[in-house]
């Protein structure tokens, strides 16, 4: 079983954002991987490991599309227990979603993974396009917000669960595929791999880098690529216009009754 | 019912310009012991670090202490995810991070384990007690232990299999430790059989691992009174021979002002059956020297845990004061309607906080340039360079630990000011940074010991030659420094200190010869201080002149300014402040003030 991974920096999101000029002003940022592609390395390692022996069984290959500074979030996966690691150097500016499928599409071309396993959405733009659009460009089957995923004994297909407002739909894939995952896929028991015993207990959410891990992420492989190495070109057709904060809040008000609120709706806020 | 969310924050800046753009790490890795280790490895670990403590001990830090360790029938019931938040310590590593590859660790620089120990004693200072004492106990084994023992407790004790404890406080024995009287009776088969009472244990009984492995002070029969006559045992809990119980009773735990989540146990060894121990090593009356390598641990530890303390509460006043309004700005006063500031805006605010800063910044440096001597005893071959490393790390133990101590309740006192009213109230994380940073100044030998030992035992090492390396060393960075435009000020009066430093401490060698040894305990706390706050001073000014030079080099715009900047001002007002004050404290000292001493007990 061989899964590509791809991830995404993000500025630290527990950090203030900080506009300057009508742009986001990211000098001072702290980055981090983005949470959901941290929730799909764990996902994959899941699936290509047997949890009780502490033996893998399988490949996860991470791959990020991102500046120099961007190697650093890889070794972090590779901390974790990712096992290789592609960098296609590039400018965050110079891409969007299109670009970034695109560049997806030519990895998958040379890797011939069996799964794409990535995050529903980057918690910095939000928009939640990837996944979709790589599917769509391999002419793949799909299922967006994993909330868990059951290998098949043959390992031919998966059956993933998408929690839904109506419930939770239950979707067989067959392999390859392209897998977004939400925060689910990370509770204890989301990942059956037919390898790893049903009786283990992940604990909640991604596993940490270990000490271990970080020391032997230094030795394993990370490929760097350009663009142009793998044949895609073009620039973004999305353009970022400005950034600006939504209006503060007016403060609220405190009203003595149910006449009263009903009167300052209607009247002031004009709401009935 | 308190959340659990994590309200530690660290300034990652801080520490990565300490290890690599002040004392140098990068030097030391890459080859040798650390080979593996490199500048990218090192910063992993930090930000993984943060990240593990953030997510793991931060978010139970008020929850465990609200709760406390509960005492029933003996057992003692650590507070919620205590036993999980264990586990996942050692499965990510952390504390690893110095120990041998043999036992299971990763071989770094000490340096980079103390910078790691203080996020998770900021995080959480009870829970990281447990740990703590566990590898305190691990490090004794591994340099005094037979083979045997090394190989039956130290994976164990590293791997966090079994946790650890050091006993020697006694009802009757506290800073006289040599009045010990738990005994040690040799059976035939060479163990021993402990009998007696330990009080004030940290850590003493739990129900976070299996089993525990107590290091116990204890004299045999007929030994020598004092702590000449002391041995060091290895009294687990369980038998590790698999036979059972070791008659290792908890009678009861104590409940506390602070660092409620760290249990504090009376134990009683022997009642109700035999309680077998094994000697560290092979020789009696050693206990004391061994217990040493321990305290010496613990110490560097109990300092550390007072920077983590410390800088937890600065985060968080400094947080606070960025968010609270309260008043005009002082330039509208008149104004009633002129609009409310946040209160980093007004002036006395910005003092406390920058004294905060200032302090925190100041033991971080104290603490690394501790590390930094660590690591290099321990991979330079024998000679003077090696010399004078270990005559300094010898002199720094007793400034981390009483003035990092001192120094971090101050510190989050001080950041209960900041907050008013709001940080008296147990809604906000500094109440509870104040009631735990208390015992720092007490455990591990009171703050007055550890100025006893400065004065008493550090400054005469090897003739005098560690301090007076210490001198030299300040000496030959006001040299170089003094006529730097903007901090030479500052620099010269740190010349004028270090030398009445060293007037000082001919003055108490003066009184050991001269018949006023009296003064000497009545001096030492004000030494001891004096000496770390020029020690800081130094360190501090220094960091200033780096950031003279990196400011010099940055961008108008770049965003590290801000940083550089805070360096600048960390120093200028420390120093300002503090340098002073040793003058002051020389000139009191050199007056021979013994007003504590005459002053009958019937005056009091
Ligand atoms: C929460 C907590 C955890 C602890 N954990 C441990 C532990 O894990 N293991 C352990 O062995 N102990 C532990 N202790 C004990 C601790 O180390 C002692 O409390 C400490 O050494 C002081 O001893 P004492 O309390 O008996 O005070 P005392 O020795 O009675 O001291 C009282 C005061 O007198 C001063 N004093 C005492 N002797 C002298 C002297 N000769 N000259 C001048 N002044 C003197 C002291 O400085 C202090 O101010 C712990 C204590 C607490 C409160």
Redesign the interface.
């Known amino acids: 079983m061989k899964i590509l991974v791809p991830v995404k920096r993000v500025p630290d999101p527990e950090l203030k954002a900080n506009i300057k000029d009508g742009k986001l002003d990211l000098?001072?940022a702290q980055w981090v991987v983005n949470t959901f592609d941290e929730y799909a390395v764990e996902a994959a390692l899941r699936l290509t490991e047997n949890a009780d022996e502490g033996s893998r069984d399988g490949e996860v290959v991470v791959v990020t599309i991102g500046p120099d500074d961007a190697a650093?979030q890889l070794?972090?996966c590779l901390?974790m227990g990712a096992d290789r690691a592609i960098h296609v150097a590039s400018e965050d500016a110079n891409l969007d979603s299109l670009l970034v499928a695109k560049t997806l599409k030519a990895v998958y071309d040379e890797e011939k993974p069996d799964m794409v396993l990535l995050g529903k959405q980057a918690v910095d733009g939000d928009t939640n396009q990837v996944g979709q659009m790589l599917a769509a460009l391999l002419n793949l089957p799909q299922a967006t917000f994993a909330a868990s995923i059951e290998l098949a004994d043959d390992g031919k297909a998966c059956v993933v669960s998408r929690e839904v407002d109506a419930g939770v739909e239950f979707k067989k894939l067959p392999l390859p595929a392209v897998v977004t995952v939400d925060l689910r896929i990370v509770s204890p028991t989301s990942i059956t791999n037919g390898i790893t015993p049903e009786s283990h207990e992940y604990?909640d959410?991604p596993r940490?880098?270990?000490?271990?891990g970080?020391?032997k992420?230094?030795k394993k492989p990370m490929d760097n690529k350009t663009m142009a190495d793998l044949g895609v070109s073009g620039s973004p057709v999305v353009k970022e216009l400005e950034v600006t904060l939504p209006e503060a809040r007016a403060a609220g008000q405190i009203v003595e009754s149910v006449e009263e609120l009903v009167k300052k709706l209607s009247e002031e806020a004009k709401a009935l | 019912m308190s959340q659990n969310i994590n309200r530690y924050r660290c300034d990652l800046r801080d520490l990565q310009f300490l290890l690599f753009e002040q004392f140098g790490l990068q030097e030391i890795l890459g080859k040798g012991k650390h080979a593996?280790w490199?500048q990218?490895?090192v910063?992993?670990?930090l930000?993984?670090v943060y990240?593990?403590v953030c997510?793991v001990t931060g978010p139970i830090n008020e929850s465990a202490d609200r709760v406390g360790c509960k005492f029933e029938n003996g057992e003692v019931k650590t507070p919620a995810g205590f036993k999980?938040a264990w586990k996942?310590l050692y499965?990510?590593?952390?504390r690893?991070?110095g120990v041998d590859e043999k036992y299971g660790g990763?071989g770094g620089p000490s340096t980079l384990a103390l910078t790691a120990n203080e996020m998770m004693s900021g995080a959480n200072t009870a829970f990281n007690m447990y740990p703590g004492l566990t590898q305190g106990a691990a490090e004794v084994i591994e340099h005094f232990g037979t083979d045997e023992q090394k190989k039956t407790f130290c994976k164990n004790l590293y791997t966090g299999v079994w946790s650890g404890t050091m006993c020697l406080t006694e009802p009757h024995a506290g800073s006289d430790v040599g009045a010990a009287t738990t005994k040690a009776v040799k059976l035939d088969d060479g163990r021993y059989k402990i009998e007696g009472t330990k009080i004030f244990i940290s850590c003493g009984q739990h129900d976070i691992t299996d089993n525990i492995i107590h290091m116990v002070l204890a004299r045999t029969p007929g030994a020598a009174a004092g702590t000449k006559g002391l041995s060091l045992f290895i009294v687990p809990r369980e038998s590790v021979d698999g036979s059972g119980y070791n008659n290792v009773v908890c009678a009861s735990i104590e409940h506390k002002m602070g660092i409620n989540a760290s249990s504090t146990c009376v134990l009683n060894f022997g009642e109700g059956g035999d309680c077998i121990g094994e000697l560290v090593g092979t020789v009696e009356g050693v206990g004391m020297k061994q217990m040493f390598l321990l305290m010496n641990f613990a110490r560097i530890g109990v300092g550390t845990q007072g920077l983590g303390v410390a800088a937890a509460a600065y985060q968080s006043a400094l947080e606070y004061a960025k968010e609270r309004l309260q008043g005009p700005h002082m330039k509208n006063f008149k104004n009633p309607e002129a609009p409310k500031v946040p209160i980093i805006e007004h002036a006395d605010v910005r003092r406390m906080l920058l004294e905060m800063k200032g302090r925190t910044e100041g033991i971080r440096a104290l603490v690394v340039k501790l590390g930094m001597h660590a690591d290099k005893v321990d991979i330079l071959e024998d000679g003077d360079q090696k010399t004078y490393e270990k005559g300094q790390l010898d002199l720094l133990v007793p400034l981390v630990k009483a003035y990092g101590s001192d120094q971090a309740y101050e510190v989050a006192t001080t950041a209960i000011q900041v907050y008013g009213g709001a940080g008296y109230l147990q809604d906000h994380p500094v109440e509870q940074h104040c009631r735990d940073a208390k015992i720092f100044s007490i455990y591990e030998g009171t703050n007055h010991i550890q100025a006893l030992d400065l004065v008493g035992r550090q400054l005469g090492q090897r003739g005098g030659a560690n301090f007076q390396a210490f001198l030299k060393d300040i000496g030959a960075f006001v040299a170089k420094n003094s006529e730097n435009e903007t901090l030479g000020k500052h620099v010269k009066e740190l010349g004028q200190a270090a030398q009445s430093l060293g007037a000082t401490a001919m003055r108490f060698l003066g009184w050991f010869q001269g018949g006023k040894a009296q003064l000497v305990p009545l001096s030492a706390n004000i030494f001891l201080k004096m000496m770390s706050t020029t020690a800081i001073s130094w360190l501090l000014l220094e960091q200033a002149i780096i950031a003279e030079g990196k400011l010099a080099e940055l961008a108008e715009?770049?965003?590290?300014r801000a940083f550089y900047e805070g360096k600048r001002y960390s120093a200028i007002h420390y120093a300002g402040l503090e340098l002073g004050q040793v003058l002051n404290n020389a000139k009191y000292l050199g007056e021979e003030n013994q007003a504590p001493m005459e002053i009958s007990t019937a005056s009091f």
């Open positions: 000098s001072g650093v070794r972090s901390a604990a959410g940490y880098a270990s000490l271990k970080i020391m992420a230094k | 593996d490199g990218e490895e910063n992993m670990v930000s993984e990240k593990w997510d999980e996942s499965e990510a590593g952390w690893g991070l990763q715009h770049d965003s590290d």
